[in-house]
């Protein structure tokens, strides 16, 4: 099961990757994040163009904003392009699944699990898990600590820097920071405890199955193939590459797998939906950024929104510096 494109849609899992610790510098070890004082206005500035898939809701009289991102990224892309730009600057507030300032982020996704339900999902995979953890120069107890699914999950991102993705860069996070400048509220779409739920596998047995599988993909390097891949479909606004996802990500392929994808993408749609309708009746022009897989499948939330009254219609993205 390849965790990675669904579990990023936790802005948390910034917070937990850093609470495993620092990897230890080693000329073998996963690139770390670049800082403020590291980066290079050049390499920031070097291709600045609209990225993600951006939709214009109307409803009443009044627009806002809806965005799918990812949740990691790589310097070249932190800049918004043009048209994302202008309507943050045009809206009122900025819609998150999470919060990247809640304090409760840490506490809720490091807090323990099921101890006994978790050593059952892991018997037999702690030293191969750890082995990889020691790969990618993390510590591996403090990874151990984590949640199963969790635990995959930390692996898969921490992996991810080897091609230049980073979760410190994620596009909400950049999106955040955009917003905190100009003064304007942040909301978050759900809270940390159920992003955490709609996370964690409904049984043990699918979680076994699942953690099983993400493990065989970080391990045979599927996973860093597929998210990849994934990653240039959004940063190219490849709309239908993204949606034909399943069929090319080697990870549909066990009924738990496709019991997963309805989890945490599809079931968690409505109730986004429901809460951004909200939104909208407080009178506010928002700016919602969803991760971008909550835009495909049969309840993707242009859909949705269109199903709740709003005219939906998709802004192409402007190339370079073209307006």
């Given amino acids: 099961m390849h965790l990675f494109p669904f579990a990023r849609a936790l802005l948390g899992s910034v917070a937990f990757l850093l609470a495993a610790g620092q990897a230890v510098a080693q000329s073998t070890c996963p690139p770390p994040a670049p800082t403020l004082e590291t980066l290079k206005p050049e390499q920031v500035r070097a291709d600045v163009r609209d990225r993600g898939f951006l939709w214009e809701l109307t409803r009443d009289g009044r627009k806002s904003w809806l965005y799918g991102t990812v949740h990691v990224s790589r310097p070249e892309w932190l800049l918004p392009g043009r048209r994302v730009q202008a309507a943050l600057q045009e809206s009122e507030v900025l819609a998150l699944e999470l919060d990247p300032g809640d304090p409760e982020l840490v506490r809720i996704f490091t807090a323990p699990g099921d101890a006994a339900r978790e050593a059952r999902v892991m018997a037999g995979l702690q030293p191969r898990l750890a082995k990889v953890a020691e790969r990618e120069c993390l510590p591996v107890a403090k990874l151990a600590a984590m949640r199963p699914i969790l635990q995959v999950t930390t692996l898969g991102l921490q992996q991810s820097r080897r091609d230049g993705f980073h979760p410190e860069l994620a596009v909400d996070a950049v999106l955040w920071g ?99 309708l909200a939104l909208h009746g407080s009178g506010k022009r928002f700016f919602a950024a969803v991760g971008a897989l909550h835009m495909t499948g049969p309840q993707a939330l242009p859909g949705l929104l269109r199903a709740r009254g709003f005219e939906v219609r998709p802004v192409p993205p402007s190339r370079g510096n073209a307006p």
């Fill in 178 to 276: 955009f917003m905190q400048r100009m003064g304007k509220p942040v909301v978050a779409l759900e809270t940390p405890a159920a992003q955490l739920e709609a996370l964690t596998p409904a049984t043990e047995a699918d979680e076994r199955v699942l953690v099983t599988r993400s493990l065989e993909e970080i391990e045979s390097g599927a996973d860093r193939r597929s998210m990849r891949r994934l990653l240039q479909a959004w940063a190219d606004s490849d709309l239908p590459a993204l949606a034909s996802y399943e069929q090319w990500c080697e990870c549909m392929e066990t009924p738990q797998e496709q019991r997963y994808l309805r989890r945490i993408n599809d079931e968690r749609n409505g109730p986004i939906a429901d809460r951004l």
